[in-house]
């Protein structure tokens, strides 16, 4: 039975947020946008117990405050709806329909059954005090009057919430309590005098190994005179354990050695952070395909909610991560900040939570928004390989290497880095064009802007910018084409021209001069084609930067500064 969204309303810091999951889903986002704030609204609903609650649950602080005046007694209703939902006819097992019957609702035209559980709290004025309510609802979003608790009692058996923090501890997850370790030490059960026969061999060897060392045995003596101040045992009140001599005792302290690459076998403890945390993701692993069943029900559908799995992992580690995850048993929900980690998982699995105007949404690219060939780029030239581009507020997409190279250095002599503002510069040419990573960024509500030459190649580009505006954006705040022929012959009409011309050998560049003596145009169009061939368009772009540094940002073209501009604008510098 798999979580199919989350409406979030009136919660911490989100207003209002609907949320679609799938079998693996990634969070991603800046800081604060609530990708933790989903992970502790839906363990609130599943962890927290059930009914009618004063008191309880929900905090004053779990109020969404929308002003400086608003106050938890004034602030509008929490309300955390889960949606659980089949996706094909008859995916749920007859004990959780048998079970569940009143309060599943079937969608008969598409025959599929749905479930859906609220959490509602609300400040009571004549108690004075904050109620936390939970109910199944109806396909109309209507409460539904249950015989008893039973649903309510049964939701958390069949979809059994385990959540790690991104300071999870592995000393604690594989102590006695620990929510996945505890399952498997419960399971060791052993027969009465095959117990015995062990215990017996334990204090054997115990008493062998305290009896080697005589001040242990005064030790013992002394500290059994203790027995005239306190109540102890006449017969036997002190005993010195060098290990457990109980079969209960040593179940509760069997620990997990790893051996290193030379072979050396260390506690986990005494393991780096990485491998610590990776292990107790196996751990999960291990409980989900061992005792899952035994410890909750066969028909389980365990939802995992993980936050930043790949805290203190090595990048190979992480990207290894993504398959692993996909691999899991149940339903992973995580949120994550790695480039890496989002490069190896699908793109449909990826949920970009942001804010605009204050508003919290989602955006997610699903398989109907690219067109094969379109995914084909989108993936080669920035999931797989630039990952961390899906975290930028803004997309400024150029069409060759001279943008790429010299933007981000004239952003930076602006006062606009790009890791600052947070906008990536992304290449188009060779991608197919704008359109693929225009509708990408749309459909993740990542801004964007594309810069094209003034030929007739970029005009091609332009009108394919075009037709990706909606009818409320326009095209001057989206899109520039340059009045010039490209970037070079930009910059060559704002005073630039000796750094092409010093690029050029003298004998080349008097050749050139008398060529084109009677056309300018094209002298200049063959000056910077030189200079192009004998060093590059990155090398160019580079003495260009350090030429605007010596010149001062003012004698730029007034292009490129409002297209730094506008960007930063954009990403809401």
Same mark, same amino acid.
């Given at each position: 039975m798999k979580l199919k969204e989350i409406r979030i309303n009136n919660f911490r810091g989100i207003r209002s947020l609907h949320l679609p999951?799938? @079998?693996?889903?990634?969070?991603? @986002?800046?800081?604060?946008?609530?990708k933790s704030t989903v992970l502790e609204a839906i363990r609130l609903v599943l962890m927290r117990g059930f009914g009618v609650r004063r008191g309880a649950q929900f905090t004053e602080y779990d109020f969404h405050l929308r002003d400086a005046i608003t106050t938890p007694q004034t602030a509008e209703p929490i309300s955390i709806i889960l949606h659980f939902a089949e996706e094909k006819e008859s995916e749920w097992p007859d004990a959780v329909v048998q079970q569940m019957s009143e309060v599943i609702q079937l969608d008969m035209n598409a025959g599929l059954n749905h479930i859906w559980l609220?959490?509602? #709290?609300?400040?009571?004025?004549?108690?004075?005090?904050?109620?936390?309510?939970w109910a199944f609802l109806n396909s109309d979003g209507e409460e539904l009057t249950l015989k008893n608790a039973t649903p309510l009692n049964l939701i958390s058996r069949f979809v059994p919430l385990f959540f790690l923090s991104a300071l999870r501890d592995a000393s604690q997850e594989f102590g006695q309590r620990g929510q996945f370790w505890s399952g498997f030490l419960k399971s060791i059960q052993l027969p009465d005098d095959q117990r015995e026969k062990i215990e017996k061999m334990l204090r054997e060897v115990n008493t062998s190994?305290?009896?080697?060392?005589?001040?242990?045995?005064?030790?013992?003596?002394?500290?059994?005179?203790? #027995?005239?101040?306190?109540?102890?045992?006449?017969?036997?009140?002190?005993?010195?354990?060098?290990?457990?001599?109980?079969?209960?005792?040593?179940?509760?302290?069997?620990?997990?050695?790893?051996?290193?690459?030379?072979?050396?076998?260390?506690?986990?403890?005494?393991? #780096?952070?990485?491998?610590?945390?990776?292990?107790?993701?196996?751990?999960?692993?291990?409980?989900?395909?061992?005792?899952?069943?035994?410890?909750?029900?066969?028909?389980?559908?365990p939802l995992l909610a993980l936050e930043e799995?790949?805290?203190?992992?090595?990048?190979?580690?992480?990207?290894?991560?993504?398959?692993?995850?996909? @691999?899991?048993?149940?339903?992973?929900?995580?949120?994550?900040?790695?480039?890496?980690?989002?490069?190896?998982?699908?793109?449909?699995?990826?949920?970009?939570?942001?804010k605009k105007n204050g508003e919290s949404h989602v955006g997610r690219i699903e398989l109907s928004t690219l067109t094969p060939d379109e995914k084909r780029h989108f993936d080669y030239h920035i999931?797989?390989?630039? @990952?961390?581009?899906?975290?930028?507020?803004?997309?400024?997409?150029?069409? #060759?290497?001279?943008?790429?190279?010299?933007?981000?250095?004239?952003?930076?002599?602006?006062?606009?880095s790009v890791d600052e503002k947070n906008f990536a510069i992304i290449e188009f040419s060779q991608g197919g064009g704008p359109r693929p990573f225009i509708k990408a960024a749309k459909a993740l509500g990542i801004e964007w802007f594309v810069v094209a030459d003034?030929?007739?190649?970029?005009?091609?580009?332009?009108?394919?910018?075009?037709?990706?505006?909606?009818?409320?954006?326009?095209?001057?705040?989206?899109?520039?084409?340059?009045?010039?022929?490209?970037?070079?012959?930009?910059?060559?009409?704002?005073?630039?021209?000796?750094?092409?011309?010093?690029?050029?050998?003298?004998?080349?560049?008097?050749?050139?001069?008398q060529q084109?003596?009677?056309?300018?145009?094209?002298?200049?169009?063959?000056?910077?084609?030189?200079?192009?061939?004998?060093?590059?368009?990155?090398?160019?772009?580079f003495e260009v930067a350090a030429e605007i540094e010596k010149k001062g940002i003012d004698t730029m073209p007034q292009s490129i500064k409002n297209i730094i501009s506008q960007v930063v604008q954009l990403a809401g510098g």
């Open positions: 999951l799938d @079998g693996l889903t990634v969070l991603i @986002g800046e800081n604060n946008v609530g609220q959490a509602k #709290g609300s400040f009571q004025v004549e108690s004075a005090s904050i109620e936390t309510k190994v305290i009896g080697a060392n005589a001040g242990l045995t005064e030790v013992t003596k002394k500290i059994a005179d203790a #027995g005239r101040l306190v109540p102890l045992d006449a017969a036997d009140p002190v005993a010195l354990e060098a290990i457990p001599t109980r079969v209960f005792d040593m179940v509760g302290k069997i620990q997990v050695h790893l051996k290193s690459s030379q072979g050396a076998k260390l506690p986990l403890h005494r393991h #780096g952070e990485g491998t610590q945390s990776l292990t107790v993701l196996m751990l999960f692993q291990a409980f989900a395909a061992v005792t899952l069943a035994e410890s909750y029900a066969p028909e389980s559908t799995p790949e805290a203190h992992l090595h990048p190979s580690a992480i990207r290894s991560l993504g398959s692993f995850l996909e @691999g899991m048993t149940g339903q992973i929900l995580v949120t994550s900040h790695s480039g890496d980690l989002v490069s190896r998982v699908p793109v449909t699995a990826l949920r970009r939570i942001y999931r797989v390989t630039k @990952g961390a581009h899906l975290f930028a507020r803004c997309w400024l997409l150029v069409e #060759g290497q001279s943008e790429f190279w010299l933007f981000p250095r004239v952003a930076s002599l602006m006062d606009a003034g030929d007739a190649a970029g005009t091609n580009y332009i009108d394919a910018a075009k037709t990706c505006l909606d009818a409320n954006e326009r095209e001057r705040d989206h899109i520039f084409q340059f009045q010039s022929k490209d970037l070079e012959h930009e910059f060559w009409q704002a005073g630039y021209e000796d750094v092409y011309k010093n690029a050029v050998e003298l004998s080349d560049l008097t050749a050139l001069q084109f003596a009677a056309n300018s145009a094209d002298f200049i169009k063959a000056v910077i084609d030189k200079a192009i061939s004998r060093r590059s368009k990155p090398e160019l772009a």
